[in-house]
């Protein structure tokens, strides 16, 4: 702790992502997929404390561009299977809190190297396994070596003691331990991501982790477990279960010497998991934590005054960017109605040019949604959308080789319809007039979400009135409503959206520490 306590790393800087007009890059991803490709089919065994399991009950992860291609087939976890994964995650606790907190930002630095080393490789499973464009992908694995490197410098900001007043003929002193046994689970829209950012915060602060990834991308989860291997994390400090969230998760969330859960999914599955875990167990000693995002109905406010070209250009990427499938996605646009009709018009022109195809094609701009029943709920929700709205782009033929879905606006939707109020997940937007902005403002907080949102004004009052009342966890003026940066925009929201966890920020990591106080008279 104190050889910690004199290292200093750099200062924290945003990983570049690949700008795939350069033919060197755009070869180097070529080769990246045509590399992936040939480990289609490959089976993936279950590990437990350095143990190979086969199960012989198996999950088949498919490429959603192109269904009949099988991109990894995973061995699925038993109820039986959780709990030995929890209580080896226990008894390992103890040896791994006691590694020193620089051996622990060492290796998390590692493993940010091993991502850097093969960023295409792994931009080239996101693009198979989770329908991920070019750039989407890149982003994806930026932001996951991100995510290393600003927790690995976050610890050692909190490693040492913290400052506390002195008394008298006393020293006094704070420190962070960490938790115990977290149990992670993050959701498929993100596969590495939010895998790697809840992972890390879990490892380099000294917990042991069950890492329980989405059933829809288990093979990006298998990838990135070798890469924590390979930096030289314990086989015993972290377990990669694979299964449904029906067979194992309640397991893991309810068993006793579970410590704490950190999640990112559904608002259902959120409040089902801080159900469980707010009930006491026996055997049980602590009052579980629970760190949970759960998604949005995420709104842009074009105002009056806006520059409508870039307001559109904010909200088409909002919304259709990776298909619209981000808890940050733009699903309501919010138009005054002195642009309402221009606005309109520009939007639905721009989305209907939108290229829609195999996201291993760089041609295209939109993939396909990730699964048969994802696509099948936005398509019922599309149905719905027509009867409470008018249909100005998203009528056409979507390709039939994958899970594909056009982008889709409903313009003069109300406020009450259900395309306005319920989280769809896809490329659906609903737009709404606004009389005037008090009642853009009224409508944009009409959700029980609140995280993320957007306003395009000139209006320095307006702005003032949305920095004040829009109520959401990350709010972006004149721009896009996605992409926060780890860093630069800590990311979580108000309401259903979960437990403001401020991911990529300076607070996130006390969520998997608890301070002890300790005072010695002199």
């Known amino acids: 702790m104190e050889e910690m306590a004199t290292r200093t790393l750099s200062q924290f800087r945003n990983e570049p992502t690949a700008d795939f007009s350069l033919p060197e890059n755009r070869r180097a991803m070529e080769e990246a997929l045509a590399k992936v ?54 008894a390992a606790f103890s040896q791994w809190s006691r590694t020193p907190a620089e051996e622990r930002v060492r290796l998390l630095l590692e493993a940010s190297r091993i991502l850097r080393a093969r960023k295409m490789e792994f931009d080239a499973w996101l693009v198979y396994e989770a329908g991920k464009t070019w750039p989407e992908a890149d982003a994806d694995v930026s932001e996951a070596i991100d995510f290393c490197e600003y927790y690995a410098r976050e610890m050692e900001r909190l490693s040492g003691p913290q400052p506390v007043v002195q008394l008298p003929g006393e ?45 829809e991308t288990p093979t990006i989860a298998a990838k990135f477990a070798d890469v924590l291997l390979e930096a030289g994390f314990p086989e015993s400090c972290f377990t990669l279960l694979t299964g449904s969230g029906a067979a194992v998760g309640d397991v893991l969330v309810e068993h006793p010497k579970t410590r704490f ?58 919304a259709f ?144 009135q949305a920095k004040e009342r829009f109520h959401v966890g990350n709010l972006y003026f004149n721009r896009k409503c996605t992409g926060a940066m780890v860093g630069a925009h800590p990311f979580g929201g108000f309401n259903m959206s979960g437990t403001d966890s401020k991911a990529g920020g300076p607070d996130y990591l006390l969520l998997f520490l608890q301070a002890k106080s300790v005072a010695t008279r002199v």
């Open 37 to 90: 490709r040939f480990e289609f089919g490959r089976e993936y065994l279950l590990r437990i404390s350095g143990e190979w399991i086969s199960t012989g009950d198996k999950l088949v992860s498919v490429n959603p561009s192109n269904t009949r291609e099988v991109v990894g087939v995973h061995h699925k976890a038993t109820p039986a299977l959780a709990n030995r994964a929890v209580e080896s995650a226990y």
């Open 171 to 215: 020293q006094d002193e704070m420190i962070y331990i960490p938790l115990g046994v977290g149990v992670v689970i993050p959701p498929w829209n993100f596969p590495l991501a939010i895998l790697v950012g809840m992972s890390a915060a879990t490892l380099v602060t000294g917990n042991t982790a069950i890492l329980k990834p989405s059933s």
């Open 321 to 464: 960017g990776y298909q619209g499938q981000k808890c940050s996605a733009c699903s309501r646009a919010i138009v005054h109605r002195a642009v309402y009709d221009q606005f309109v018009e520009k939007l639905a022109a721009k989305a209907r040019n939108i290229k829609v195809g195999p996201s291993d094609d760089p041609g295209n701009y939109m993939g396909p949604v990730i699964s048969a029943g994802a696509r099948k709920t936005i398509l019922q929700y599309i149905e719905t959308g027509k009867q409470e709205g008018r249909l100005v782009a998203g009528d056409g033929a979507a390709p039939e080789s994958g899970y594909f879905i056009l982008p889709t606006i409903i313009a003069d939707v109300e406020p009450g319809a259900r395309v306005f109020q319920e989280e769809i997940f896809g490329p659906v937007l609903a737009v709404t007039k606004a009389r005037d902005f008090e009642h853009a403002l009224e409508m944009a907080n009409d959700s029980q979400y609140g995280l993320t949102g957007a306003v395009f004004s000139n209006d320095p009052e307006h702005l003032r």
């Open 261 to 318: 859960i950190a999640f990112t999914g559904s608002r259902d599955v959120g409040l089902r998991i801080n159900e469980l875990a707010a009930k006491h167990r026996p055997g049980q000693i602590w009052i579980k934590r629970v760190i949970a995002e759960m998604g949005g109905k995420d709104a842009i406010i074009v105002d009056g005054d806006a520059d409508v070209d870039k307001a559109v250009d904010g909200v088409l990427a909002s």
